[in-house]
């Protein structure tokens, strides 16, 4: 969700994946009540992100961790550039190949974090995804 204050609104986050489809992240949904996001291993996945702004920003850019028992496996910042207010702006981030083999699989923390061109948080949304063998992934949708 958008800091308060900071006149950004996130309306939207996906994952785009090469096996299922769009998946929506329900915002603010991250609690540990809350079903992680299932993912095959090797899948190639894309954030989408959708976007208000009530205020000019410059230098937006994306910043994603993943991180498994407290431990950070990966993080990415990806420069998306300057904005001018309104929206609502889409964006879909570089592709990434999760990991693949059964030593990978197993339960994810997802922190995805925006922040202007000062370093100022202007959202951060995280979530839990699980990781999940090739046999045991979910099937695509016909």
Sequence with gaps: MGASGSGFRLLDVSLHTDGRGRLRVALGGGSADTAPLLLAEGSVVSVGLTFRLEREVDGLA??????????????????????????????????????VGRTHCGLYRVTGRLTDGRGHELARESHRVRLVHLEGAPVAPA
């Design 62 to 99: 994306f910043e994603a961790e993943r991180a498994r028992d407290g431990l950070v496996l990966a993080a990415t910042r990806t420069l998306l550039g300057g904005f001018r207010r309104g929206g609502p702006y889409e964006v879909r981030l570089p592709p990434e190949r999760m990991p």
